[in-house]
């Protein structure tokens, strides 16, 4: 199936002389790329339209990154920072609006203040999860990184900042220390280090004060070019479980098991997977290779679910994982349970199975395509793939769940996307729900269709009493988001630290 075709961008607004040249003095003229080429490929969205980039530049560390931004407030140029460019589905590298020039961070990739004994380890904002992956695996067995289902080239600090999902560790709360690059060309460093208390670096609690890290979330008050990051602690023990639950009315008994397994924290936070047949097909198969009878159950009929056990020692993850997996047999047409890891060593088979990216769930990406591609080539962009994902809340309640997904089932099947959606859990209250709406961009309407769903998946969700939690850059956000009192409140603050309005006006509505 051959790649749409996107006619080339306009050329934009000229930038002045003056700002291009500051900017070569800044980074060296090397770093600074305006072909046309190079603003095409930055643009490309894996949904319409793409967005017209009329610079790329590339600084070298967190004080080059600072005077970039004051060159942009100076001229008042709207500029975009992009850790990786691997943020597909919400929003690709393509700027939140036409015109911005692109500040490309993936020169920022040191890693440095590793303390093995505390699991702690600062990293910039172009460190991928490969790239640390290959550094912890060198220093120590003890902590670990909760990998990324997505692309293994991903900026670790870019997903955390967008507060993006990971196993056995939620992502956004392991950050902190941050090191801000304002609009004005400042340094914010935020945390016990810059007090000179070191010795609390990174540790629980933060400073006495407002919480001021979490501005910096999702948002386009700063540029976060690095960060502390707190690691997780291997277990010492663990064990898989992996749960064929069965149908749609298998899921109020095993999603009853799966609360009270939080509640008791036999099963911690963001330990247990729920996915439908659609998002299981797609890591191996591609909609053309199954029969129509086959997606029809796949949507709503299949449920699969895997679970992390974990435990301070043999007797006692044998004893979790054994009620464990009888709990869950009780509710579901199948479970399989196997040990990984023994008194700290990885049972052969698994060694890769805790820190280690794969990037195997972007295969699901190709869903429409006509064949999976090589991971380590594999571009969203480049490859023509529709795609968006939209992110929801949910009580952790089957009624609220089952009646959204079949409503969700019949208005996606009207834009010709599949239901596709994985179900994790943020404790004992809340679900977080992963939508992949994938389509094919070469037919006709296709990216029209699955932007108008979109907009009504969220908006039928905030009718129903269900939020967003991450939003895709670069699509409209819904007004509820843009009047709610946070937001005008943000937008005061934004309007204090950027008056210029130049850092990615528009992003959740901000500016």
């Not at 016990?192 to 979490?214: H, I, N, Y």
Request: net charge negative.
């Amino acid at each position: 199936m051959p790649a749409p075709t996107m006619p080339p961008p306009a050329p934009g607004p000229d930038l002045p002389a003056e700002a291009l040249e500051d900017w070569r003095r800044i980074v060296g003229a090397d770093h600074v790329r305006t072909g046309e080429a190079d603003r095409r490929d930055w643009g490309r969205r894996t949904f319409a339209p793409d967005a017209q980039v009329p610079a790329i530049v590339a600084p070298g560390d967190a004080g080059q990154t600072a005077a970039c931004l004051a060159v942009a407030t100076r001229h008042r140029l709207p500029v975009h920072p992009v850790s990786r460019g691997a943020n597909w589905g919400l929003g690709s590298r393509a700027p939140t609006r036409d015109g911005s020039v692109i500040l490309d961070l993936r020169r920022l990739d040191r890693i440095s203040g590793f303390d093995g004994e505390r699991g702690l380890v600062r990293v910039e904002a172009g460190v991928t999860f490969r790239s640390l992956a290959d550094f912890l695996s060198d220093r120590t067995d003890r902590f670990f990184l909760p990998a990324i289902g997505g692309p293994t080239e991903a900026s670790v600090l870019a997903n955390a900042l967008d507060r993006g999902d990971g196993s056995m560790g939620d992502r956004w709360s392991s950050l902190c220390e941050l090191d801000v690059a304002l609009p004005d060309g400042r340094r914010l460093q935020t945390g016990c280090g810059p007090l000179g208390a070191a010795r609390t670096a990174g540790l629980d609690p933060a400073p006495a004060g407002p919480l001021v890290d979490g501005l910096f979330s999702q948002s386009n008050l700063g540029v976060v070019t690095g960060a502390l990051v707190r690691l997780e602690a291997m277990p010492n023990d663990l064990a898989i479980l992996s749960v064929e639950v069965g149908g749609l009315d298998a899921l109020p008994g095993f999603l009853a098991v799966w609360r009270e397994c939080q509640r008791e924290q036999s099963l911690p936070d963001r330990s247990l997977t729920l996915w439908n047949g659609i998002k299981w097909l797609a890591l191996d198969e591609v909609r053309a290779a199954v029969p129509a009878g086959r997606l029809a159950s796949a949507t709503l009929d299949e449920w699969h679910a895997s679970a992390l056990i974990r435990a301070e020692a043999p007797e006692v993850l044998d004893a979790r994982a054994g009620r464990l997996s009888r709990r869950f047999a009780a509710v579901s047409r199948a479970v399989e349970l196997d040990i990984a890891r023994r008194d700290g060593a990885w049972i052969e088979g698994f060694e890769d199975w805790l820190g280690v990216p794969d990037g195997r769930n972007l295969r699901t990406v190709y869903w429409h395509r006509d064949r999976h591609p090589d991971l380590a080539k594999a571009d969203p962009d480049r490859d023509g793939c529709g795609l968006i994902w939209l992110c929801l809340a949910f009580p952790f309640e089957f009624d609220a769940l089952a009646d959204y997904l079949a409503w969700a089932r019949g208005r996606l099947e009207q834009a010709g996307i599949d239901l596709n959606v994985g179900i994790e859990s943020d404790g004992f209250r809340c679900l977080l729900a992963y939508f992949t709406l994938g389509f094919d961009r070469a037919a006709p309407g296709a990216d029209d269709a699955a932007l108008a769903a979109y907009r009504d998946l969220i908006e039928t969700a905030l009718d129903r009493g269900f939020a967003p939690y991450r939003l895709a850059n670069g699509l409209p956000v819904p007004d509820r988001l843009r009047r709610a009192p946070a937001a005008t409140f943000l937008a005061e603050l934004r309007v204090a630290g950027d008056p210029a309005g130049i850092l990615s006006p528009g992003r959740n509505g901000l500016g």
